[in-house]
C-alpha cells in the first residue's frame, strides 16, 4: 500500500514537471513574439511561390514599392498602397487596400512601426500565412537610434542602410520564388551599386556645406540618420510621427536657436502641413532675423509617380541637393545624376 502511494505521488510530480516544462516553453515564445521589433510574423516554413508570373506584390510606402519593383523586375507586379504626399504615419488601410493586401501573393512594407495605424493588418495577413515581410528587419538594432520609446523607422535617410533593405528584398523574393533567385540578386547589385554612387554624392554635397552654416531645421523629426550618415545637425517642430503636435516652447526655442546660430534657411516636407514652418519664419522676423523657407524635402514620401524625384534615388537626391544650395554648399542644380527638375 505504501509503495502504491510513493508510486502515486512520483506520478504526480513527475506531471507537475512536465507541465511546468511546457508553460516554461509557452511563455519563452510568447516572450520571443513580444520582442518582435517589427511585428512580422516569424513562419517556420518559408513559403514558395507555386503560380502563374507575374508575381502579385503589395507594399506600402513608395520608398518600400520602389525597391520591390526594381529588384524584382519583370518577375513582379507591385502595387503600391501610399502614393505621392501621403503620410504613412496616419495612413489607416481602405477596404480597397485591405483585398489587395489580401491577394497578394507577397506583402513587403517598411516597419519599425512606419506604418503604425496598419500594423494590425499586417500581423493579422502573417498569421493567416500570407508571406509578410517588414524590409528593415535584419538591420541590426545597434544602427538604430530611439527616439520618444521606439525605434526611428526613417532609415531610408542613410543610404547605406536603404542598401541593406534592397538586399533583405532579394533575398526575400529568392526565398519565395526559387526560379528567380539569379534575377533578384543580380538585380540587387547592380542597384547597390548606384546607392553607393549616390552615397558618395550626398557625402560630397552635404560636406561641402561651410560647418558655421550647417543645420537643417525641418518640420518633422525624420532626418536623424540623414544627420548622423552626413553629418549635418537637426532640429525639427514636431516629434517622430507627424501625429504628435508642436507646442508653444518648441516652437519658441527653436527660433531662438535659428537667431543664436544665424540659420539661412529652414525646410517644409510634402507630406507634412508647412503652418508650423510658417509659425518658425515669422518668429525669427519678430526677432530681426530672415530666414527663408529652402523649399519642400521629402521626408515620408517620395515624389509624382513617373518622375525622378519618383524614384529612392531621385528623392535623396533632391533633398541633398537642395539642402546644400540653400545652405551656402556646392552641388550643381540638376543633382547627382543631372535629372533633378524645380531645384534652385
Request: proline residues 4%; contains cysteine; aromatic residues 8%.
Amino acid at each position: 500500500m505504501h509503495e502504491e502511494s510513493n508510486r502515486t505521488s512520483q506520478s504526480h510530480a513527475a506531471s507537475i514537471r512536465c507541465w511546468q516544462s511546457i508553460a516554461a516553453l509557452m511563455v519563452v515564445g510568447l516572450i520571443a513574439l513580444g520582442c518582435d521589433r517589427s511585428a512580422s510574423p516569424q513562419q517556420a516554413e518559408p513559403a514558395v511561390f507555386a503560380g502563374e508570373l507575374p508575381i502579385r506584390v503589395t507594399s506600402t510606402c513608395g520608398m518600400v514599392t520602389d525597391i520591390v519593383g526594381i529588384v524584382g523586375g519583370d518577375r513582379v507586379e507591385v502595387t503600391g498602397l501610399m502614393g505621392e504626399g501621403v503620410d504613412p504615419h496616419l495612413y489607416k488601410p481602405t477596404r480597397s487596400d485591405v483585398a489587395q493586401l489580401q491577394q497578394a501573393d507577397i506583402v513587403f512594407y517598411s516597419g519599425l512601426m512606419l506604418e503604425g495605424r496598419m500594423s494590425d493588418t499586417l500581423v493579422q495577413l502573417g498569421r493567416k500565412g500570407k508571406p509578410v515581410y517588414a524590409v528593415t528587419e535584419e538591420i541590426d538594432e545597434s544602427f538604430l537610434t530611439e527616439i520618444e520609446g521606439h525605434w526611428d523607422p526613417h532609415v531610408w535617410m542613410d543610404v547605406s542602410a536603404w542598401g541593406q533593405c534592397v538586399e533583405f528584398v532579394a533575398e526575400s523574393l529568392s526565398r519565395f520564388d526559387p526560379p528567380g533567385a539569379e534575377q533578384y540578386r543580380r538585380r540587387a547589385k547592380e542597384y547597390g551599386a548606384q546607392l553607393r554612387e549616390l552615397d558618395d554624392y550626398v557625402h560630397r554635397v552635404i560636406g561641402s556645406i561651410p560647418p558655421e552654416q550647417r543645420y537643417l531645421i525641418t518640420a518633422h523629426d525624420a532626418f536623424n540618420y540623414f544627420s548622423r550618415a552626413y553629418d549635418i545637425p537637426v532640429r525639427s517642430i514636431q516629434g517622430i510621427s507627424t501625429e504628435s503636435e508642436a507646442g508653444v516652447d518648441d516652437v519658441v526655442q527653436l527660433v531662438d536657436f535659428i537667431v543664436k546660430n544665424r540659420v539661412h534657411a529652414i525646410f517644409v516636407e510634402t507630406s507634412v502641413p508647412v503652418k508650423n514652418v510658417q509659425a518658425v519664419v515669422e518668429g525669427a522676423a519678430r526677432k530681426g532675423w530672415q530666414v527663408e523657407i529652402g523649399g519642400e524635402l521629402f521626408s515620408d514620401a517620395m515624389g509624382a509617380g513617373g518622375t525622378y524625384e519618383g524614384t529612392y534615388i531621385g528623392m535623396l537626391d533632391h533633398n541633398a541637393t537642395l539642402i546644400a544650395r540653400h545652405l551656402g554648399g556646392d552641388a550643381p542644380a540638376g543633382g547627382f545624376q543631372g535629372k533633378l527638375s524645380g531645384v534652385e
